[in-house]
């Protein structure tokens, strides 16, 4: 961390598997200034490299280094065209703070593990990396995530109390109120509806929701699904892909195939909405305002269940922040903080015994 700079890359690629968001950063005493945005898409050959990793399978091992050379390549880029479109070069840059793609989160088990090559991407940007944010915490007897609340709190707290919920695969929710800052992933986001469409239609996602707009809410399957113990388990907690997915659903309604798909992507829309409004309703209930940040913020269809709740619900736009940026601002944020050996985890939110200086270092040179 030799050089001087106070300007910072995240990185972030989430559950979703879309691709990856990197977003440059000013700070000045935890003060953040949004300086660009760039987003790339994964191909469908690392996106389905990626996805054949999210369960067990043969030559596990292989894979895996063999996909995060990939991952790392990718990153590369992505970082190289955020360069180029804010006229910025690495020698400007102080770290990349990248976050990696989770492959597999079991903090029931005391493990996480997010693909990554980040000694791969120090060499091919020739800035200083910061990664494996999600350890630290776990060591400390944490769940390792969330860790956006920390950075919520930083930049979004306000008079009221309030809710920002981020809704990428997984949904979580980070609660303010004054200097309590609480924090945990509520249920599934977008992953449950972005199996079914890509299962029913072959598409990545269903755009605006439009697909689901085509069906009814079916009671009986909103309701099986609710009664899964995780919605009513009280925080600290956090999830993933390995516990939503479809399977979960089959055995939540055995008679899930006989319904119209439509229905069901209608339904999994009401039990986003509903796992957050109701972990908000146990855990903040005089909350009163609702902002909403990743994929989520862009399906109104998804937005207008959430206004079925007694608060007002706003993009983080509303705060200044585009949705899509908020994550990918974390990570610098967390690179920012390590770089200063600051503590990047909120002991209330992840279960850890103290804050951690959460990250490891991977040097350019």
């Not at 020698?91 to 997010?114: E, N, S, Y």
């Not at 995530?145 to 306000?158: E, K, N, R």
């Not at 944020?333 to 951690?356: H, I, Q, S």
Request: with cysteine; hydrophobic share 40%; proline share 5%.
């Amino acid at each position: 961390m030799s050089r001087r700079s106070d300007i910072f890359i995240g990185l972030m690629s989430g559950t979703s598997l879309d691709g990856a968001d990197a977003v440059a950063c000013q700070f000045k005493a935890d003060r953040v200034q949004f300086l660009g945005h760039e987003h790339l898409s994964y191909n469908l050959s690392l996106r389905k490299a990626l996805l054949s990793l999210l369960t067990s399978g043969s030559d596990e091992i292989n894979r895996c280094g063999q996909t995060a050379i990939q991952l790392a390549h990718f990153y590369a880029q992505v970082v190289k065209r955020l360069l180029a479109k804010l006229n910025l070069t690495p020698q400007d840059i102080a770290a990349i703070g990248v976050h990696g793609q989770t492959i597999r989160h079991c903090p029931q088990l005391g493990f996480t593990v997010q693909l990554n090559n980040p000694a791969l991407l120090a060499e091919l940007t020739n800035i200083d990396v910061i990664a494996d944010f999600r350890s630290r915490d776990m060591a400390a007897g944490g769940e390792g995530a969330p860790l956006v609340p920390a950075f919520h709190a930083c930049i979004f707290s306000g008079d009221s109390p309030r809710a920002i919920v981020n809704i990428g695969g997984i949904a979580n929710v980070t609660l303010l109120k004054g200097k309590t800052v609480l924090g945990f992933d509520c249920g599934p986001g977008n992953t449950l509806m972005d199996v079914w469409v890509q299962k029913h239609c072959g598409l990545l996602f269903d755009e605006n929701g439009r697909w689901a707009s085509k069906g009814k809410i079916v009671g009986a399957l909103l309701e099986a699904c609710l009664t899964d113990p995780y919605f009513k388990r009280k925080p600290p907690k956090s999830t993933g892909r390995e516990y939503f997915n479809e399977n979960w659903l089959l055995e939540r309604f055995p008679l899930l195939p006989s319904l119209n798909p439509e229905d069901v992507q209608r339904t999994l829309i009401a039990l986003t909405a509903q796992g957050i409004l109701s972990a908000i309703a146990q855990t903040q209930p005089d909350t009163k305002e609702l902002f909403v940040c990743g994929g989520g913020a862009l399906n109104p269809l998804l937005m207008q269940e959430l206004q079925k709740g007694p608060y007002g619900v706003f993009s983080t736009s509303v705060l200044g922040v585009d949705p899509m940026h908020v994550e990918s601002m974390a990570f610098a944020w967390l690179a920012y903080r390590f770089a200063n050996k600051k503590a990047g985890n909120l002991p209330a939110v992840t279960r850890a015994r103290g804050e951690r200086i959460l990250g490891a270092l991977y040097p350019a040179y």
